[in-house]
């Protein structure tokens, strides 16, 4: 089992930035691949990008390439996504998740992920 617990979300005007933290713990040597999705209302969740624990390379939606990046801390079992440029659109609860298999077999798929976060909440106004 892997236990995940995002923090750092809130409200911020467009334009602005946040950073998103998520605390791994449990058996995380298991996942070789994590990610951030999102879900505003009454919209299914996506996909914003995602990182190989063990190489590193990361994986983008087209709608955050260039403002969003992911990281990883693997000595604090820390995920990290440096969002900025904030816009009204990327509105949504932010959710991490985690999974065995390799991040280029997963295709940021929320179906694919095994194990979830609680959630943060971003909020961005115009």
């Known amino acids: 089992q892997v236990q995940l617990v995002e923090s750092g979300g809130g409200s911020v005007q467009a334009g602005g930035s946040l950073r998103l933290s998520c605390a791994a713990s449990g058996y995380t040597y298991s996942s070789n691949c994590m990610g951030w999705f999102r879900q505003a209302p009454g919209k299914e969740r996506e996909g914003v990008a995602s990182?190989?624990?063990?190489?590193?390379?990361?994986y983008y939606a087209d709608s955050v390439k260039g403002r969003f990046t992911i990281s990883q801390d693997n000595a604090k079992n820390t995920l990290y996504l440096q969002m900025n440029s904030l816009k009204p659109e990327d509105t949504a609860m932010y959710y991490c998740a985690a999974s065995s298999s390799e991040c280029w077999l997963l295709s940021l798929s929320p179906s694919k992920y095994h194990y979830w976060g609680q959630g943060t909440q971003v909020t961005v106004s115009s």
């Open positions: 990182i190989d624990t063990g190489g590193g390379s990361t």
